[in-house]
């Protein structure tokens, strides 16, 4: 299982120090980079940055922070102060999120449009690599230390990361449809694991809710799903959504969460195709590891060599 790296669920409803020992776990198991999404439980520029303190040398990131809910300024300050904690390769990732995060949750503005997130890429980079913004610049810029990945699904998101940003990271796209890395750029992809007998129902409820949020609802209507799309859509209509979860057709099911059994050769699939797999398993609410049923890698990832810092920009670091 060389070459796999791990995320840890921002929905999971743990506390700050919780979080760190589950994800100490990871890194003493040997996945690297290790990342954090952002939901509604830990923030993930907080929590990776207290990883970095006591694992220092090891990859890290988040995956995926919504750009609505931060200012350019506030996600260059968080990723920079983890990548000097860290002394080593950073993954910035961040997308456009839903309206449902953006509004309902932060009170943001839903911005998905290419052009109003390719200005965000663009200045974000241009923070990390010590320009100033108005009255703002960082007095340490971490330049390409911190790698800037977009989350992305449909092709012009893929397009837009793998040319203003450092790469992507893709959700629920299978080994075939992922795309291809760029000279110098990261393409990630999350691999959500059913590790337990009640992961399929919670991926049952958690596939149901994508399906009602718009970026998803065309992704899976471009993989073929557009009929299970309009299912749930007609259940939530006629407010019957509860019965969702089980009319959702085995193979669309399986086709986003791996069996721990088949995730080898998932894992290669991915390998294969050029994409970093990120294995996101799917587990209680207060799991008592995330490591119980996933095999750990084969030897304990090495530490990278910290980074010198050598001035406002960092000399170029090859990317994992």
């Not at 207290?50 to 300024?73: E, Y």
């Not at 390409?144 to 977009?150: I, K, P, T, W, Y």
């Not at 970026?215 to 007609?234: D, N, Q, S």
């Not at 050769?265 to 050029?274: I, M, R, V």
Request: glycine content about 12%; overall charge neutral.
């Amino acid at each position: 299982m060389a070459g796999r790296g791990f995320a840890l669920s921002g929905a999971l409803p743990l506390d700050g120090g919780r979080a760190i020992e589950l994800l100490e776990e990871v890194v003493d198991a040997g996945y690297a980079p290790v990342l954090s999404t952002e939901v509604c439980g830990t923030s993930a520029l907080a929590l990776i940055a207290a990883l970095a303190a006591r694992r220092p040398g090891v990859p890290l990131g988040t995956g995926i922070v919504p750009l609505a809910a931060a200012s350019d300024a506030s996600l260059a300050m968080g990723a920079a102060t983890a990548a000097s904690l860290s002394g080593t390769t950073y993954y910035l990732g961040v997308g456009t999120s839903t309206d449902q995060i953006v509004v309902g949750w932060h009170g943001g503005r839903y911005d998905a449009s290419i052009t109003g997130t390719r200005e965000r890429l663009t200045d974000l980079r241009a923070i990390l690599d010590g320009e100033r913004r108005g009255s703002f610049a960082l007095p340490r810029p971490p330049g390409e230390q911190v790698r800037v990945l977009l989350g992305a699904l449909g092709p012009r998101m893929v397009d837009l990361g793998m040319t203003d940003g450092d790469g992507v990271i893709v959700n629920f796209t299978p080994p075939e449809t992922v795309p291809k890395p760029l000279a110098d750029k990261t393409v990630f992809s999350y691999v959500w694991v059913l590790v337990d007998e009640e992961s399929e129902g919670r991926a049952r409820r958690d596939l149901t809710a994508y399906c009602l949020a718009a970026p998803y609802a065309r992704h899976f209507t471009t993989l073929g799903y557009g009929e299970v799309v309009g299912m749930v859509k007609e259940l939530a209509g006629q407010r019957r959504l509860r019965t969702a979860p089980d009319q959702l057709p085995a193979d669309f099911v399986h086709r986003f969460y791996a069996t721990v059994e088949r995730l080898p050769a998932l894992c290669a699939e991915y390998a294969a195709a050029g994409a970093t797999p990120i294995l996101l398993p799917v587990t209680g609410p207060e799991p008592d590891s995330l490591l119980t049923s996933l095999p750990r890698q084969p030897g304990k990832v090495p530490a990278d060599p910290p980074v010198t810092h050598t001035g406002p920009r960092l000399g170029k670091i090859r990317p994992t």
